[in-house]
């Protein structure tokens, strides 16, 4: 990346330094496969305490990789005729998994997964936070992210499974993690997903985002290299093989991408990466002055357009 | 005194006196990992009201002189508090507020989400912010026996836990309030079906004989009534248009109304804080690269 004393300047200035292994593609598609077959084993129950008029909300629990069962949130319209557009609501890192009453009242059949680690889906897994970064982080056949990225899939796999659900009209959408998931979904379901929305994502450049900034979740790639500098070399193996910039190329369907360009929390410089490497119809959104929420005041209505336009709820 | 006010007076001042029969029996760890070579952070543990053993993370600036500035955060509304800013424990002597139920603090109660907002909401007694703003409390009441601590410049920061947190432990010279939780809920959750406000929504949706239990029990944490305790220089976020609260505050009264730019916002309210508290003010993006792990400046 940059030295000391250069002046950042994100849209113009953004190499990046991680490198797409040789075996990535094969990497996953193991994964994918040893996941295909462990049965999912879904479970949706009606949740009547926040259901309403317009919406169902339903808890739902499926299998994934090493046998964790996965919580997530259901939501489908009451009052609108099925088939409906399928949303998978992908979650930041330390919020909590979206109940998405909104976008089922605008009409889609819409799921808000919380993977492995977060609230209700830790009981056999919780790294905590901070700790879900660097979990396992010497070895990408046990890194944290491993079994992450593959509940989000199999989160897209139980909205599949739902009849009133058009599977050729799902779309995935999250920022910052969910930015991260976002893209990592699209990649490897590309024949699933029909369009993606990501906001500042995270996961992406991961060691050159780490160098970018102080805050968290990258500065616990930071503190863990202040202890363990001599790991930095397989640190670096690990990430490359979950980092959304090598996932990008993969993604077939139209993308949404919006970056906030002061964003201390997920860098521009590794949104702008990302971007490049995408090689789908691309739509890119900056936002001067903004950080983290990368312009949400404003582009939260052009990702309901967006998404409208390709879901047609 | 109306049987009202005293009402409010006699259920806070109750609060205070069970939590001052528990001692705090501060447990203070130093967490290497999450330490640097300009701040000491360490987790925290204390007992509050119950009792219950809660969390915090707990940080002192190495590198400027104690008695240092100070920064009490309030916990957020989630199951997750970061640690705090790295910036802001170069500058302060930072405390992060982990209330019971949330992560670290978790057991034996672990709050859901959602649930925790409504949890006992029509009983004061056994409302769950009774006993969280009871945690807050104690977290001041730590800060501020600290020695490495300038008890001339002690801010809180946070919702409106922090408020109330200033309302009823002197000490704070400054205090931020933004988007608060538990103010207007009422009023504010008619508009939404958003979380955590649609919690309230679902809770009356089915226990709609409730609703005036509800109000009775959220107008002891009704942020105006709190107000004139505060001595602090307040700053209120996006609350101009609330001329009632403004006028209650008993300190001075700032506002800021949001540009919705992040960044923007962020340098503003560091800069008020900074001023507010003596210190340099920071930005959180920096203008320029940090060393990569490969040119070996990660070590200590």
Not at chain 1, 148 to 174: K, M, N, S, T, W
Not at chain 1, 176 to 195: E, N
Not at chain 2, 271 to 281: I, N
């Amino acid at each position: 990346m940059q030295t000391q004393t250069q002046m950042r300047d994100p849209a113009r200035h953004h190499p990046t330094t991680t490198v797409r292994p040789p075996d990535f593609d094969a990497f996953w598609a193991d994964l994918l496969a040893t996941a295909e077959q462990i049965p999912l084993r879904p479970t949706l129950e009606p949740v009547a305490a926040r259901s309403t008029d317009e919406v169902e909300v339903l808890e739902v629990g499926y299998t994934s990789l090493d046998e964790v069962r996965i919580a997530g949130w259901y939501c489908r319209p009451r009052h609108r005729p099925p088939p409906y557009p399928g949303l998978l609501i992908v979650p930041g890192y330390i919020s909590e998994p979206t109940l998405p009453k909104t976008w089922a009242r605008r009409g889609y059949a819409a799921f808000g997964v919380a993977p492995r680690g977060k609230l209700r889906s830790h009981h056999q897994y919780n790294p905590g936070y901070p700790g879900l970064l660097i979990d396992n982080i010497l070895d990408r056949h046990t890194y944290a992210y491993r079994g992450f990225y593959i509940d989000a899939v199999r989160a897209l796999e139980v909205l599949q499974q739902q009849p009133e659900v058009d599977r050729a009209r799902i779309g995935v959408h999250g920022s910052s993690q969910g930015g991260a998931l976002t893209i990592v979904t699209a990649a490897l379901r590309p024949q699933a997903i029909a369009c993606a929305a990501a906001g500042a994502p995270y996961l992406c450049g991961f060691l050159d985002a780490a160098a970018l900034t102080h805050s968290y979740p990258y500065e616990e790639l930071n503190e863990y290299l202040r202890r363990f500098p001599e790991r930095a070399a397989a640190v670096r193996q690990t990430l490359n093989y979950f980092d959304g910039i090598n996932f990008a190329p993969r993604i077939r369907c139209p993308l949404l991408l919006y970056l906030g360009l002061q964003d201390d929390v997920c860098p521009p410089e590794t949104g702008f990466a990302v971007y490049d490497a995408l090689q789908c119809p691309k739509t890119l959104h900056t936002a001067d002055g903004c950080g983290h929420d990368a312009g949400a005041y404003w582009e939260a209505a052009h990702v309901e357009a967006f998404l409208a336009d390709h879901l047609h709820p | 005194m109306d049987d009202q006010a005293a009402a409010f007076d006699s259920y806070w001042d109750a609060l205070d006196v069970e939590l001052a029969r528990y001692p705090m029996a501060a447990d203070l760890q130093p967490l290497s990992l999450h330490s640097s070579g300009t701040f000491q952070t360490y987790s925290v543990k204390l007992t509050s009201i119950g009792p219950y053993r809660i969390f915090g993370y707990f940080s002192v600036p190495t590198s400027v002189r104690t008695p240092a500035p100070a920064l009490l955060l309030t916990p957020r509304y989630g199951s997750v508090n970061h640690i705090p800013d790295y910036h802001d424990r170069e500058r302060y002597v930072v405390l992060q507020v982990v209330h019971r139920g949330q992560r670290l603090a978790d057991r034996p109660f672990a709050a859901a989400y959602p649930g925790l907002l409504t949890l006992g909401i029509t009983d004061p007694g056994r409302f769950i912010y009774r006993a969280i703003v009871a945690d807050c409390l104690r977290g001041a009441e730590f800060l501020l026996s600290r020695p490495e601590v300038d008890p001339t410049r002690v801010a809180i920061q946070g919702d409106d836990l922090a408020l109330i947190t200033a309302a009823r432990r002197s000490g704070c010279s400054a205090l931020m309030v933004s988007e608060p939780l538990l103010y207007r809920l009422l009023e504010r959750s008619g508009g939404t079906d958003a979380y955590p406000a649609e919690e309230l929504n679902d809770f009356l949706r089915s226990q709609p004989e409730q609703q005036s239990a509800v109000a009775e029990t959220l107008a002891l944490f009704d942020a105006a009534r709190h107000a004139p305790r505060v001595q602090a220089t307040t700053l209120l976020v996006n609350a101009e248009a609330d001329e009632a609260l403004r006028q209650a505050l008993g300190g001075p009264v700032e506002d800021y109304r949001l540009t919705h730019r992040g960044a923007v916002d962020h340098v503003w309210l560091d800069g008020w804080l900074a001023k507010q508290l003596g210190a340099e003010p920071r930005a959180r993006f920096l203008e320029h690269a940090l060393s990569t792990p490969e040119q070996g400046e990660h070590a200590p």
